[in-house]
């Protein structure tokens, strides 16, 4: 099945840094990658995603690249702030029936100001 | 946010007790999970449902069973808890299959002791 490996673990940056979290899939099925940020005490929620058929997305700070061929994503947010410290997931979906997302295992990112 | 109720949202029992956690949605999304987050795991797959009495096993699914009688409700049980079932469960639900966002909810505690 699909496995989802997540570098670093841990991220501590200055507030107005950049941040990259890097993520690798191994089911060159998966056609779907989404990033989740988790807050303290929440559940996580969708903050960007990228399909295969597209190399770059960006949403403002946030972006996510995606390399088929090297079966690697990953998601760059710039200017860091405060807010942005949270626990980032990566996940792939490897199935053609429901959004069975394989995750990554987080990556917790400190903004220091 | 989603409408998405999670209940217990903690809960302390002991070992080889039986435990159900419920997942009420308004959405009426046909897709609902069950995934339990673990340090070093991130988010894993334990269950899922299509739609009412249409359900399939993640990959963590020994020692759990689910049961969906009604759109809107999707309960999660463990027969007999075992202390490595100590873990924050996370239910999920979602419109779209494939290529569409989880809405998390916002997590039930449970402590096998």
């Known amino acids: 099945g699909e496995n989802v490996e997540q570098h670093p673990s841990t991220l501590s940056v200055q507030e107005g840094d950049s941040a990259v979290i890097k993520c690798t899939y191994s089911?060159?099925?998966?056609?779907?990658f989404p990033w989740y940020k988790q807050e303290l005490g929440k559940g996580p929620q969708l903050i960007i995603d990228?399909?295969?058929?597209?190399g770059e997305k960006k949403d403002q700070r946030i972006a996510v690249t995606l390399n088929k061929t090297a079966k690697h994503f990953s998601l760059h947010i710039t200017e860091t702030q405060p807010e942005d410290s949270a626990v980032y997931f990566c996940?792939?979906?490897?199935?053609?029936?429901?959004?069975?997302?394989?995750f990554g295992a987080g990556t917790i990112l400190r903004v220091k100001s | 946010d989603a409408g998405i109720t999670q209940s217990p949202r903690h809960k302390v029992t002991e070992t080889g007790t039986p435990v159900t956690l419920r997942c009420h949605q308004t959405?009426?999304?046909?897709?609902m999970y069950w995934y339990r987050q673990d340090p070093g795991h991130g988010l894993r797959l334990i269950h899922y449902?299509?739609?009412?009495?249409?359900?399939d096993k993640g990959e963590v699914s020994d020692g759990y069973s689910v049961s969906r009688s009604k759109t809107e409700d999707f309960l999660l049980t463990l027969e007999s808890a075992t202390s490595s079932q100590t873990s924050v469960y996370f239910c999920?639900?979602?419109?779209?299959?494939?290529?569409?966002?989880?809405?998390f909810g916002e997590g039930s505690r449970l402590t096998v002791l």
């Open positions: 990228i399909r295969s058929n597209v």
């Open positions: 449902s299509y739609g009412v009495k249409d359900t």
């Open positions: 959405e009426n999304h046909r897709y």
């Open positions: 089911d060159s099925a998966s056609n779907y």
């Open positions: 999920a639900i979602s419109g779209a299959t494939n290529t569409g966002e989880l809405f």
């Open positions: 996940a792939a979906s490897p199935g053609p029936r429901g959004n069975k997302l394989v």
